[in-house]
Nanobody, 125 residues
Framework: QVQLVESGGGLAQAGDSLTLPCAAS????????MGWFRQAPGKEREFVAV????????YYANSVKGRFTISSDNAKNTVYLQMNSLKPEDTGIYYC??????????????????WGQGTQVTVSS
């Protein structure tokens, strides 16, 4: 079963950019729909973005559309979340996840089979 490890989190100021890598092992990211979710303190985990080689263009939450970009590097078996124009409301723990539902770009957390441990992103105003 694929295993996922996120990194790249940290402290940022509003307007800054961060890139979060999600390194996969034990499986190939191309065989999954790869998603990013986040969880702010006191809130439920929410969908951020998803990408699947089988489904064409990525799908983003409205709150990050135009600011965040999900991509993959097949040679490194890694998925990235490029985050630009960060806002304080982007603060939270960011999780990478893999789903075997490769068609339809799943945005519901229950459709994902494997999760990383998460990486903290804190954006100050």
């Amino acid at each position: 079963q694929v295993q996922l490890v996120e990194s790249g989190g940290g402290l940022a100021q509003a307007g800054d950019s961060l890139t979060l890598p999600c390194a996969a092992s034990g499986g190939t990211v191309n065989n999954y729909a790869m998603g990013w979710f986040r969880q702010a303190p006191g809130k439920e985990r929410e969908f951020v973005a998803v990408f699947s080689r089988s489904s064409g263009s990525p799908y983003y939450a409205n709150s990050v559309k135009g600011r965040f970009t999900i991509s993959s590097d097949n040679a490194k078996n890694t998925v990235y979340l490029q985050m630009n124009s960060l806002k304080p409301e982007d603060t939270g723990i960011y999780y990478c996840a893999a789903s075997t539902v490769v068609f339809g770009l799943p945005s519901r957390a229950e459709l994902y089979d494997v999760w990383g441990q998460g990486t903290q992103v804190t954006v100050s105003s």
